[in-house]
């Protein structure tokens, strides 16, 4: 038999963040109002005993300034501050020489010892003096005489204060941090409602709809802008929705148009078998298997870049050893009379990965031979930070309305021609993506031969960057003065 499992503790009861707001400044305001409370206690105390003690010292003065003609009165004078004031006068050896009258014939009560400054209570004021009694003792010389003069006051003053501090803490304190409690409720409660509002609108919003967007308050505080920032949030996720929605559609389309052409090939050849010309159709059907592993190239190229798993290497590169080797196989495969004239400095050497650099500069090259009228001038030109390649052609160009957008996927500015082409509108978006992955970025603008210039700027040093960036195209993020591309997307390279 299996042994029974232990039954897992129970989760504690997680309180809601109103609650728990609510708890911590409650204690914070009530150790707060306890503090200043006591503060003031000890302050007021303080100013209390300073008063007595500052009475008592008078009433000393007064009692030393009645024997100045070296005879004690009997009894001393009262206190003109304070009646309930006793003082007794003691000689150096320690006897009593006068006292008030309540204190006649009694020995010495406190006592000032030679090196202190605080009077010591006396076995005698046992049973005859209170506790709470505020005592002063004071040196003086009195007609030559060294003399010490105690005064004390019974301390009922300070009781009274001490009892109505604890009555006013044992009543005031849960009134005052029951309002305070109060009063954070309702303000954490006002200020979460907002927060409420915008965790329903989250819940309501599916995948299906991202159109939906939380309510913006109009402050300007933290709330207002949690919900600024989710509806940018989702307006960032409704856009790269739809253009995963139009990037598979379209991926479809361009898939089934070669597949149909196979098929329709086959079966007219399996529907003749005797007549059909089965040379021609295997061409046909290799051409367009072609063209489909073509697009499934560059449509895996696309799907890693935008997951950020285009794996890359980074060494030195010689641009200019694959500009030559482009040359030499471009207008062959890509379109014939049209001449390629390459133009490069030395040292046009940059950091990166060489399969993903000539897929770029193919990608490149392919675009401006195809919309070439007779020539192609590609130039390289290395300067102390960066390389650039200007690839000029004197085909129609493009318009600048259109030279941001023929850097998304599957862009074609011209649906007749290219759709017999095989172009399928992605070479352009691999080059952005594959210049954004080495740190650098890729703009068009106008020729000096008439047609269009891509310019492709890379860095000498940095090596390779972060693989797949933000923009409309899937790659980098679109620098300041970029024009744009072609309106094509050139071949699978």
Not at 467 to 486: E, I, L, W, Y
Request: charged letters at 20%; a positive charge; glycine letters at 12%.
């Amino acid at each position: 038999m299996r042994p029974a499992r232990s039954a897992r503790p129970a989760r504690p009861v997680r309180h809601t963040l109103r609650a728990r707001v609510t708890a911590v400044a409650g204690l914070a305001i009530g150790a707060a109002i306890i503090g200043g409370l006591l503060l003031m206690y000890v302050l007021q105390m303080n100013s209390v005993r300073r008063v007595i003690d500052g009475q008592l010292r008078a009433y000393a003065g007064q009692i030393a300034e009645s024997g100045r003609n070296g005879a004690w009165p009997d009894p001393l004078p009262p206190s003109g501050f304070d009646p309930n004031a006793q003082s007794q006068v003691l000689a150096a050896d320690g006897h009593v020489l006068a006292a008030t009258e309540t204190l006649a014939g009694m020995p010495p009560l406190y006592t000032l010892p030679a090196r202190g400054h605080s009077p010591v209570r006396q076995p005698a004021a046992d049973g005859r003096i209170p506790g709470d009694v505020r005592v002063v003792a004071v040196r003086a010389v009195v007609a030559g005489r060294p003399v010490t003069i105690v005064t004390g006051t019974p301390s009922g003053m300070l009781r009274m204060i001490t009892e109505d501090f604890a009555h006013r803490m044992m009543l005031g304190v849960p009134v005052i941090l029951a309002l305070a409690v109060g009063t954070v409720w309702l303000v954490v409660g006002r200020a979460l409602r907002r927060v409420e509002q915008i965790r329903r609108a989250v819940t309501d919003i599916t995948s299906a709809d991202l159109a939906q967007r939380v309510p913006e308050p109009e402050c300007q505080d933290e709330v207002g802008k949690l919900a600024r920032t989710m509806n940018d949030m989702l307006a960032r996720l409704d856009q790269a929705a739809r253009r995963q929605r139009r990037f598979v559609a379209d991926a479809s389309h361009e898939l089934r148009s070669p597949l149909a052409a196979i098929r329709t090939t086959l079966e007219v050849g399996l529907a003749y078998p005797d007549r059909a010309p089965w040379p021609e159709i295997a061409e046909q059907a290799a051409v367009q298997a072609q063209r489909l592993e073509i697009l499934i190239q560059q449509l895996l190229v696309l799907a890693k870049a935008d997951d950020r798993r285009l794996g890359v290497c980074c060494k030195p590169v010689d641009l200019a050893g694959l500009l030559d080797g482009i040359r030499a196989t471009t207008p062959a495969a890509a379109r014939a009379g049209v001449r390629i004239d390459l133009r490069t400095d030395s040292g046009l050497v940059v950091p990166g990965d060489p399969t993903h650099l000539e897929r770029m500069l193919r990608n490149v090259v392919d675009n401006a031979v195809r919309y070439a009228g007779s020539d192609v001038v590609v130039t390289g030109v290395a300067s102390a930070d960066a390389v650039r390649v200007d690839v000029d052609d004197d085909g129609p160009g493009i318009p600048v309305a259109d030279r941001e957008r023929v850097f998304g996927r599957f862009v074609r500015l011209d649906e007749s021609r290219e759709r017999g082409t095989g172009n399928a509108g992605l070479g352009l978006a691999i080059a952005r993506e594959i210049a954004g992955m080495h740190r650098g970025r890729i703009c068009v603008a106008d020729s000096p031969a008439g047609g269009a210039r891509v310019t492709i700027v890379l860095p000498r040093s940095g090596g390779v960057g972060a693989v797949g960036g933000a923009g409309t195209a899937g790659g980098v993020g679109r620098s300041r003065g970029v024009g744009g591309t072609r309106g094509v997307g050139g071949t699978g390279s």
